[in-house]
């Protein structure tokens, strides 16, 4: 079992949409993360959270809206998403942010877009 | 600036056989490494680190690496593949100076495993 926790597992929404990814740790990480990954592709990094505050935004488009409500939680809203945002969604989280400390993925959320 | 090259994107083995994942990385500062695996609709887990202790690394399921500094690797090996290794598995640099946690992973390697 994962000790990160993400819901929903599957999720299919129209472009109109608005809905939110949830993901949940308590392990006591202070760096929390949010990947995105295409079939066959390597996890590509969309936001890092560092005690609570963002810390990178690797260029994401405004639809894609991250919140850390406190230091367990972290939440990615979605808006006007399009079809080509339809992926795995990954969450993550790492004791710190420094290189040495390993991320502990969740299974993810499977989007859809239609 | 660091990178992770996998070579070859998909490798095929025998139930027993020796299993070997290739990595080979840049990196202009002292390097941590990871190796991930990734089942079917499934997050990544971790298998193994390098963070400049021992440079054999043991890992999970059998799984170990050995940082080379010389030739700038990382394979992954398995003496025995079983066929619950099949699965995708990713190499992974991060940096020393890292800012923020970013993980550079390579392109991922397909393991496929013949009974």
């Known amino acids: 079992d994962t000790e990160v926790t993400q819901t929903p597992k599957h999720l299919v929404m129209g472009m109109t949409n608005k809905k939110s990814l949830k993901c949940e740790q308590h392990?006591?990480?202070?760096?929390m993360y949010w990947y995105k990954q295409k079939a066959k592709k390597p996890p590509e990094l969309m936001f890092v959270?560092?005690?609570?505050?963002?810390?990178i935004n690797e260029s994401v488009p405004s639809r894609f809206s991250p919140e850390c409500p406190n230091s367990s939680l972290l939440n990615l809203h979605l808006h006007a998403l399009q079809p080509e945002d339809s992926a795995l969604y990954l969450c993550?989280?790492?004791?710190?942010?420094?290189?040495?400390?390993?991320?502990?993925f969740g299974n993810g959320t499977r989007l859809t877009v239609t | 600036a660091q990178s992770v090259t996998q070579l070859g994107s998909h490798v095929s083995v025998s139930e027993g056989a020796l299993v070997l994942l290739r990595c080979n990385y840049s990196?202009?500062?002292?390097?941590?490494l990871f190796w991930y695996v990734q089942y079917p609709n499934q997050g990544l887990q971790l298998l193994l680190k390098?963070?400049?202790?021992?440079?054999l690394v043991k890992g999970i399921n059998g799984f170990e690496a050995e940082f080379k500094k010389s030739e700038t690797s990382f394979h992954l090996t398995k003496p025995s593949a079983h066929m619950s290794d099949a699965a995708e598995y990713f190499c992974?640099?991060?940096?020393?100076?890292?800012?923020?946690?970013?993980?550079?992973f390579g392109q991922g390697t397909e393991l496929s495993v013949k009974p």
């Open positions: 993550a989280s790492s004791q710190g942010s420094r290189g040495q400390s390993p991320l502990h």
């Open positions: 992974a640099v991060s940096g020393i100076y890292n800012q923020g946690g970013k993980l550079i």
């Open positions: 390098y963070t400049s202790a021992a440079t």
């Open positions: 959270y560092s005690y609570e505050k963002l810390s």
């Open positions: 990196s202009s500062v002292p390097p941590y």
């Open positions: 392990m006591g990480h202070r760096a």
